[in-house]
C-alpha cells in the first residue's frame, strides 16, 4: 500500500526549530520528488517547498515565506523525507502535508499533480 | 511567482444541479511542446487531506465520478460538477505545476442549498 505518514510536529515557542519528518512506503522512494504543502487553520494550501530525487540533481526549492528558515532533506535508505523548521514564526502555524505524484516516479524528471498525500503533522508557534 | 485566483470564494448549489468553480492563472500553464496544461484541482473535507481530482487541467483522476470534470487552456480553468451530490460538500482547490513555486488557488467552498 503506497503511504506517507508525517510526524514530529508539535508546540514550539516563536524563535524556536522542530523537524517533521515523512515516512514513505508502498513505493521507490528515492525516484520520487516530494514537496510539503502547509495549511494554516481555517485557511487555504500552501506549497512549502520541493526536494527532487537524486537522480535528478536532489536539488531544493522553497516558496519566498519560509526561504532561509526552513530546509528539505532526505535519507533515500530510510525512505524518509525531512523539513527542518527554524526561527519559527507565530504565521507558520499550520497543519503540515507531505506529498508526492506516484505517476512521476515511473520516469526521471516527470512532474505532475500530486495524487499521494500523508494525513498530515500539526506545527502551533506560540509563546 | 504564478498567481492562481479562483472565482467564486464560495456557492451554494442545490442537489442534482450543476456547480461551476473558475480558475486564473496570472501567466500561461500550458506547455507547448506536449501541448499539456500543467494544471490540477483538488478536492478537500474537513479534517482530511487535499484529494487530486482532474490533473492536466482535464483528466479525471481513477476512481473519480464522471460527474467532475475540466477544461480551459493556458490560463483560464472551469471544474465542473454536473450533479452535486452530497458528499461533494468541501473546498476545492486549483494549483499549478508548471513551475516552482507550485502555487495553488485560494479555494472554493461548495455548499448545499
Known amino acids: 500500500e503506497v503511504q506517507l505518514v508525517e510526524s514530529g510536529g508539535g508546540l514550539v515557542k516563536p524563535g524556536g526549530s522542530l523537524r517533521l519528518s515523512c515516512a514513505a512506503s508502498?513505493?521507490?522512494?528515492?525516484?520520487?520528488?516530494m514537496s510539503w504543502v502547509r495549511q494554516a487553520p481555517g485557511k487555504g494550501l500552501e506549497w512549502v517547498g520541493r526536494?527532487?530525487?537524486?537522480?535528478?540533481?536532489?536539488?531544493?526549492d522553497y516558496a519566498a515565506p519560509v526561504k532561509g528558515r526552513f530546509t528539505i532533506s532526505r535519507d533515500d535508505s530510510k525512505n524518509t523525507m525531512y523539513l527542518q523548521m527554524n526561527s519559527l514564526k507565530t504565521d507558520d502555524t499550520a497543519v503540515y502535508y507531505c506529498?508526492?505524484?506516484?505517476?512521476?516516479?515511473?520516469?526521471?524528471?516527470?512532474?505532475?499533480?500530486?495524487?499521494?498525500w500523508g494525513q498530515g503533522t500539526m506545527v502551533t508557534v506560540s509563546s | 511567482d504564478i498567481v492562481m485566483t479562483q472565482s467564486p470564494d464560495s456557492l451554494a448549489v442545490s442537489l442534482g444541479e450543476r456547480a461551476t468553480i473558475n480558475c486564473r492563472s496570472s501567466?500561461?500553464?500550458?506547455?507547448?511542446?506536449?501541448?499539456?496544461?500543467?494544471l490540477a484541482w483538488y478536492q478537500q473535507r474537513p479534517g482530511q487531506p487535499p484529494k487530486l481530482l482532474i490533473y492536466w487541467a482535464s483528466t479525471r483522476e481513477s476512481g473519480v465520478p464522471d460527474r467532475f470534470s475540466g477544461s480551459g487552456s493556458g490560463t483560464d480553468f472551469t471544474l465542473t460538477i454536473s450533479s452535486l451530490q452530497a458528499e461533494d460538500v468541501a473546498v476545492y482547490y486549483c494549483q499549478q505545476y508548471y513551475t516552482a513555486p507550485r502555487t495553488f488557488g485560494q479555494g472554493t467552498k461548495v455548499e448545499i442549498k
Open positions: 501567466r500561461s500553464v500550458l506547455f507547448t511542446s506536449n501541448n499539456k496544461n500543467y
Open positions: 506529498t508526492t505524484c506516484g505517476p512521476c516516479i515511473a520516469v526521471a524528471g516527470t512532474v505532475g499533480a500530486f495524487d499521494i
Open positions: 508502498g513505493f521507490t522512494f528515492s525516484n520520487a520528488w
Open positions: 526536494i527532487k530525487s537524486k537522480t535528478d540533481s536532489g536539488t531544493t
